[in-house]
C-alpha cells in the first residue's frame, strides 16, 4: 500500500505490482519480475506454477495482474516455479506433455533415439542395428549414430535393444543386415551352428 502525505487512508498496489512496506507514493510499488504475478494490494508477487512462464521482467504491470498471464509450457519444454523461459529437453530424452522440472524428461529406452532436443517421443533403430542402454544414459541416445550394426551372423528388428544370432540352417555374411531375419542355406550348404557368416557344402552322399 502507500498513501500521500496527511492522506488519512491507504491505496493498494494496483494488480501487477507489490510492496512489502508502506509507501508515500505509487512509485513505492514494484511490477513483479519475470516469472511473477499478484493482485491488487500483495505485499509480494506470487510465482507462476512449476510448468508455466512469463517472460516480462518488470515492465508492464498489466503482464503480471493475474495468474493467467503465466504461459504453459508446449509439450517436450519443462519450467522450474518462477520462470521466464521453459527450457527444452535434451537430445537423447523426450517429453510428450509441459514438465515441472528436468526430471520431467525421460531418457529414451533401449532400441531409441532422439536426435533433437524438445522432442516428444522416440526413433526407434531401425533394423539391422541396436542400443543396449535401456534409459540410463542420456548419450547412448541423442543421434542416430548411437544405434550400433550388428555383427556378421545377427540380425535385429526395428528398436531392438541386442542383436539375434542366426539360427543353424541360417546365414549372414552383412555386417547391419536389416532383413528380419537371416538368409536359409542353399541347396547343397548347411551350417549346424547360430551366428553364422556363411554355408558349408554338404559332404558328397548327405
Known amino acids: 500500500f502507500w498513501s500521500v502525505a496527511a492522506s488519512d487512508s491507504c491505496t493498494a498496489c494496483a494488480a501487477g505490482k507489490s510492496s512489502n512496506s508502506t509507501g508515500i507514493s505509487e512509485s513505492s510499488c514494484s511490477v513483479c519480475a519475470a516469472g511473477e504475478h499478484s493482485s491488487s494490494g500483495s505485499a509480494v ?6 510448468g508455466k512462464y512469463l517472460a516480462d521482467d518488470g515492465a508492464d504491470a498489466s503482464a503480471h495482474d493475474t495468474e493467467s498471464d503465466c504461459s504453459t509450457c508446449a509439450n517436450g519444454f ?14 537423447g530424452k523426450y517429453l510428450d506433455s509441459p514438465g515441472t522440472s528436468e526430471s520431467s524428461c525421460t531418457i529414451c529406452g533401449s532400441g531409441e533415439f532422439a536426435s533433437t532436443a524438445a522432442s516428444l517421443s522416440c ?11 535401456d534409459g540410463l544414459t542420456t548419450s547412448e541416445h541423442d543421434d542416430l ?3 550400433l550394426m550388428c555383427d556378421p551372423g545377427y540380425y535385429s528388428i526395428e528398436g531392438s535393444q541386442v542383436c539375434i544370432a542366426c539360427p543353424a540352417g541360417t546365414y549372414n555374411p552383412e555386417v547391419g543386415y536389416d532383413a ?13 551352428t547360430e551366428g553364422s557368416t556363411s554355408c558349408s557344402d554338404c559332404v558328397a552322399g548327405k
Not at 508477487?45 to 512449476?50: K, V, Y
Open 45 to 50: 508477487c506470487t510465482l507462476c506454477s512449476a
Open 78 to 91: 519443462w519450467a522450474l516455479a518462477g520462470s521466464q523461459t521453459c527450457t527444452a529437453c535434451e537430445a
Open 123 to 133: 526413433e526407434n533403430c531401425p533394423a539391422g542395428k541396436h542400443i543396449t542402454d
Open 145 to 147: 549414430s548411437d544405434c
Open 180 to 192: 528380419v531375419d537371416c538368409m536359409p542355406c542353399e541347396e547343397g550348404k548347411y551350417v549346424a
